[in-house]
Nanobody, 121 residues
């Protein structure tokens, strides 16, 4: 019932910007942490940015100062503003959320389908 739908990926030139969005829908009581991860071909998936329910954030060192993660709790949505993009940022970006449904006190893990970000030089 719960799903994460990502949008905002695309092709940009180096130095450009993109804003990724990930909206959670379904029978949701609350969302704890939300995060963005990325995976380039032949590479391990890595955590890019994470934001907790109070707005605290952390970032992969290579994106600090360039990327900003934020969330809109009323919309159950997490964003990733990506500025000063570099070719090495090229990857499939996935959003993640820890979600508690209305009928269950437990927390479940959900992943988005992934969105391609390609940065040309």
């Amino acid at each position: 019932q719960v799903q994460l739908v990502e949008s905002g990926g695309g092709l940009v030139q180096a130095g450009g910007s993109l804003r990724l969005s990930c909206a959670a829908s379904g029978s949701i009581f609350s969302i704890n942490v939300m995060s963005w991860h990325r995976q380039a071909p032949g590479k391990e998936r890595e955590l890019v940015a994470v934001i907790d329910s109070s707005g605290g954030t952390d970032y992969l060192d290579s994106v600090k100062g360039r990327f900003t993660i934020s969330r809109d709790n009323a919309k159950n949505t997490v964003y990733l503003q990506m500025n000063s993009l570099k070719p090495e940022d090229t990857a499939v970006y996935y959003c993640y959320a820890e979600v508690s449904p209305y009928t269950d006190y437990r927390v479940y893990d959900y992943w988005g389908q992934g969105t391609q970000v390609t940065v040309s030089s």
